[in-house]
């Protein structure tokens, strides 16, 4: 009698556990649990310009509700595509097209995943893989019902362009505690664009690093052509981290805000610098410090300061859209813009209206014009880059320079371009032959340059950049010089054809400075037990030894 009532006791205790037990102890369902049946694709092979519908029965056992599906296709090399689908009631299946272009990939295209509610912010979304491309990734379901064959296209691996004359931030709305981030900009593409992204982060306290998270999904307004976003944010001011924009196939370019390093945050992988310190936003703080909006002003609004006359304002006729640079002058055929608010002078083109400048031609830039200096140079492959392939000489006036995309014979730059902050840049180029100024210390920064067989580093050179020629693929032989303590991490990454001698001067030697895998050098000529040869047998990088240069 006494053992059933000390039983029946412990059960009351455990019942009443049972009801006082809260409700997150249980398992908590998950927005999204998807399970997906009856796959269908009514059309197997596929040309340029045809389509073919996908759908397929979608169940969700989680709590939330499907707003939207998204299929990724893998092509046989390295293409993405989305296709969207909608769910129609008649049918109660998710239904979409997938539409051929003709820069796709030939071969089979299979499904990577299928995405809830994509964000391109990669926030707050759920996605199922193929398990029968990686059994690893979980959830998995089998997709294999929905491979599609393609011919008759040529691939494009072109990426997005960024028109980085249209891009622009400001503020909106300031108050003591905050305002609002505005930022637009034009991006460009064959295929068509996927998304835009501008990243941007709080400068942070002293002693402490810069987070990038801020991301602005910018949105395409058909009535003023420009991608635009913005966020409401706190008193601070705010840098751009990055800019991201992808086509239609997954063509992905990510630019990266050299000026973040000063605040701790470096370079990602697979990312381009560029400096876009100009692109700042203050927001709640004196009215002073707030910068304005760079909106172009009339011109009973701009200081008549070395002003060209308006016969001068240059207007490239090439262009279909017409490019036009207010208050240039043309001085043998280099545009030069004058700048009102740093009261100096920038090459920002070349006028070849009236034809092109011949091979090998020699174009020095001038250090002023009518009394001012000419400081800067911007030039884009994209709008009225030489169609020449001329000797570019530029002065010791010109303190930022920023080239992409451009053809040249060759380049001589001025000491101010290896300066050890200098913030200038000059990538994804084709350029013959690179000259430094003789004195330099620093070498500059010069990424991904085609038709670069080799280059001459000045004698007193001691530190090499990072980053200094990466993807420079046609870069074949280079000589460090006997100055040189540091060679910076992924400086001559991707450069496969390269055979390159390091002193045994050279002390410090960063992570992938030579390359890794396919993309490492071609051969390292180096001391018997040098910084460079013991790196070279640690990495698995070919290596021969040689007897010290004098």
């Known amino acids: 009698m006494k053992k059933s009532g000390f039983s029946m006791l412990?059960?009351?205790?455990c019942v009443s556990m049972l009801s006082v037990m809260p409700v997150s102890a249980a398992?908590?369902?998950?927005?999204?649990?998807?399970?997906?049946?009856?796959?269908?694709?009514?059309?197997?092979?596929?040309?340029?310009?045809?389509?073919?519908?996908?759908?397929?029965?979608?169940?969700?056992?989680?709590?939330?509700?499907?707003?939207r599906l998204t299929v990724t296709y893998q092509g046989p090399k390295r293409q993405y595509y989305d296709v969207l689908l909608k769910y129609k009631k008649k049918s109660k299946r998710w239904t979409g097209n997938f539409t051929v272009n003709k820069g796709m990939e030939k071969g089979i295209w299979k499904i990577w995943c299928v995405t809830a509610d994509k964000n391109y912010d990669e926030e707050y979304h759920y996605s199922c893989y193929n398990k029968n491309l990686d059994k690893l990734i979980t959830p998995g379901a089998d997709f294999s019902k929905g491979n599609i064959q393609i011919s008759g296209t040529k691939a494009d691996y072109k990426k997005p362009k960024i028109r980085w004359n249209n891009l622009k931030t400001w503020n909106e709305q300031v108050t003591a505690k905050g305002g609002i981030i505005n930022c637009r900009l034009k991006v460009t593409d064959n295929?068509?664009?996927?998304?835009?992204?501008?990243?941007?982060?709080?400068?942070?306290?002293?002693?402490?690093?810069?987070?990038?998270?801020?991301?602005?999904?910018?949105?395409?307004?058909?009535?003023?052509?420009?991608?635009?976003?913005?966020?409401?944010q706190g008193k601070g001011k705010y840098l751009?981290?990055?800019?991201?924009?992808?086509?239609?196939?997954?063509?992905?370019?990510?630019?990266?805000?050299?000026?973040?390093?000063?605040?701790?945050?470096?370079?990602?992988?697979?990312?381009?610098?560029k400096d876009l310190s100009d692109l700042?936003?203050?927001?709640?703080?004196?009215?002073?410090?707030?910068?304005?909006?760079?909106?172009?002003?009339?011109?009973?609004?701009?200081?008549?300061?070395?002003?060209?006359?308006?016969t001068d304002v240059f207007v490239n006729k090439r262009s279909p859209e017409t490019s036009e640079y207010d208050y240039a002058v043309v001085i043998d055929k280099v545009v030069y813009q004058y700048r009102m608010e740093t009261d100096d002078y920038a090459v920002v083109a070349f006028d070849e209206n009236n034809g092109n400048m011949e091979d090998g031609r020699k174009v020095k830039v001038r250090a002023e014009i009518l009394g001012r200096p000419v400081t800067e140079v911007t030039l884009h492959g994209e709008f009225d880059p030489p169609q020449g392939r001329v000797h570019l000489i530029l002065p010791e006036s010109v303190r930022k320079i920023q080239i992409d995309e451009c053809t040249f014979k060759a380049i001589t730059f001025p000491s101010t371009f290896t300066k050890k902050n200098s913030k200038s840049i000059v990538s994804e180029c084709t350029i013959g032959k690179i000259y430094l100024a003789g004195k330099s210390v620093y070498t500059g920064n010069i990424y991904q340059i085609s038709g670069l067989k080799t280059i001459k580093l000045p004698s007193k050179l001691k530190y090499i950049k990072a980053g200094f020629l990466k993807g420079s693929t046609d870069l074949e032989k280079i000589s460090i010089p006997n100055q040189v303590r540091t060679i910076g991490k992924e400086a001559f990454a991707g450069c496969r054809n390269l055979k390159i001698y390091i002193p045994a001067t050279v002390k410090n030697i960063g992570k992938n400075a030579f390359g890794k895998g396919d993309g490492c050098v071609k051969k390292i000529y180096c001391v018997k037990n040098s910084a460079a040869y013991k790196y070279a047998k640690k990495n698995n990088i070919p290596y021969k030894t040689v007897s010290i240069k004098e």
Do not use: H, W
Not at 10 to 13: D, E, K, P, T
Not at 51 to 59: A, F, G, T, Y
């Open 10 to 13: 412990l059960l009351l205790i």
């Open 191 to 232: 295929s068509g664009i996927s998304f835009v992204r501008i990243i941007f982060a709080k400068r942070p306290e002293e002693g402490k690093k810069l987070i990038p998270d801020i991301s602005i999904i910018m949105k395409y307004n058909k009535k003023t052509g420009y991608y635009e976003g913005s966020s409401t």
């Open 280 to 310: 700042s936003v203050s927001l709640g703080i004196s009215e002073d410090d707030i910068p304005q909006e760079t909106e172009k002003q009339t011109e009973s609004e701009r200081e008549p300061i070395a002003k060209p006359r308006k």
């Open 240 to 273: 751009v981290a990055g800019i991201t924009a992808a086509d239609l196939f997954g063509n992905e370019i990510f630019y990266y805000n050299s000026q973040c390093e000063s605040y701790g945050y470096y370079q990602p992988e697979n990312s381009i610098r």
């Open 27 to 67: 398992r908590k369902k998950s927005r999204y649990d998807l399970q997906f049946s009856d796959l269908k694709v009514n059309k197997k092979k596929l040309k340029a310009g045809e389509k073919c519908e996908i759908s397929m029965k979608v169940k969700n056992k989680g709590t939330g509700k499907i707003q």
